[in-house]
């Protein structure tokens, strides 16, 4: 007989009580033809039913969902309380002009001196290109948009050259980025740039419509079935402020992965250390970042797939609230995890980039009622007195679960510097159930990215995904209507235990990953890879942000002892994404002097 496991409400949960459970993963690393003939096993119907069910039950997926009462309704997207005003903000017009809104972030960051700006650091200081640097050497005639673009193109083609190749655009038209770069240079002649992002070169991930590129989800068919005729909302946004539309980036096939694998076109590499991943599943947008050859880039985020390229690259990488933009004209446009969101070398040049995006859908803005939206003002001493007063809660057995104390021990010293130099006060919480999070979250986005793409599979093009996507594929087809809806309860009780620790604290504060940049085996370029204790790692303090829609943001704190990246992660209530800047953004300034420059980097204003 089967024991079933009765909870109690969540409000009559005994936090006391909670105690912290390491998750363990119980699942095999595979590669090369092994992973080949499992993959060939495993879709078997008789063999495949019997593995995946064995370790469903090792990693107790199914004492966690079928085998426990749950007494929530579920809540089948997030579903947000009416939230507090943020202080020391400016309030965007979220129906207005891109440009407007652009222009209106623009306001809020510190007053730029191009006298300070004008050469780079020694490289113990080393730091990045910001947007405005592109646009004061567009303004001042030293520099052109199409000279920038000269400088690029064949950047962009070595990469995808190379043996084996690690491309970081996956589709890319050089004459298409000259007459965007002669357009805006033509503009600038005529003393009539569009916006501080006129000039400026992004790169899109291939999972997000940017016409006349098809969104191919870096899978190599999906282009067949599903043509691209305009721009998705966000890049038209983008278009529209002057932006230089680079290419489609690389990805994690189809979003299914955290490392950044890609048989079909090549692994990007990280440019911090070229023979390790960038993280997924925004693997090129983050590379291509924090290679320096794009002040910004648009990636998509159902599990971390912004902020974990972003922390393993030493990038800047936003999640906002779910239904904060406008997901039409993506890929993954129909779940409830999803946004679209910028990646950057700079908080500023996030800041910029989630201006000129953000706006809710229709049907969103009549189910989930935002809070308009809102950006900290960083030019006064206002925002000092905005940043002290905010709350940071931290649940620390969760905070020190990581590979490597390098890793907590680099966040907690900033966090101990920052609650010094601006007075932040940090808090103790306990988050509870969240090995039952992580569960409920993959038959979430399981569930969710099995039906958007089980049309093609019944037309046969199953056998064209990538092993590991057939894999994660085999895993999705196990979960059934009683085990999503269960998924769905626990939804409502987790949003709960957070909006009471919100009650305590405005941002919760963890590492951004477990573990830094793993080393790409040379076994897994061909066939690609199976190894969910890496996923797990990359993916431990990710999930509440996309599971419960929650705002959240990456920014990088310093380095291990191999030299590689660590980010920090900042996790805010519903709609609260100016406060989460404020922070990054303080954070960002205490470690500007230890910022490193990349193995793989192009210095391109100094290269013209």
Known sequence: MVKMRVLVPAEDVDLSTVKYEPEAIQAPHLMG????LFVRIVESRVLGSLIVSYLKKQNKMVEMLRNTVIPEAPMFKPEFPPQEPEHGVVVLKEFGKPEDRVESALKCLPHYDPASHGNMEPASSFRYWKIRDYAHAYRSGLVTPS???????PVIEEFSSKKPPTPLLISFDAEEVRK?????TQ????GKPLSILDGIFMAIKDDIDCFPHPSKGASTWMHEFRSVNKDSVSVSKLRSCGVILLGKANMHEFGMGTTGNNPNYGTTRNPHAPERYTGGSSSGPAAIVASGLCSAA???????SIRIPSSLCGVVGLKSTYGRTDMKGSLCGKGTVEIVGPIAT??????LVYAAILGSSPADRISLKPSEPCLPILSSNDSLNALGSLRLGKYTAWFNDVNSTDISDKCEDILDLLSKTHGCEMMEIVIPELNEMRTAHLVSIGSEMLSSVNPYCDEGKGVRFNYDTRT?????????ATDYVAAQCFRRRLMYHHMEIFKKVDVIVTPTTGMTAPIIPPSALQLGETDMQVTGDLMRFIIAANYLGLPAISVPVGYDKQGLPIGLQLIGRPWGEASLLRVAFAIEELCAKSRKKPATFYDVLKAI
């Open 472 to 480: 994660s594929m085999a895993l999705f087809r196990s979960f059934t």
């Open 298 to 304: 648009l990636g998509t985020d159902g599990g971390g």
């Open 33 to 36: 033809s092994v992973f080949k």
């Open 346 to 351: 700079t908080v500023e040049d996030v800041m």
């Open 147 to 153: 000279m920038v673009a000269e400088y690029i193109i």
């Open 187 to 190: 503009r600038f002649e005529e």
């Open 180 to 184: 965007q770069a002669a357009a805006s």
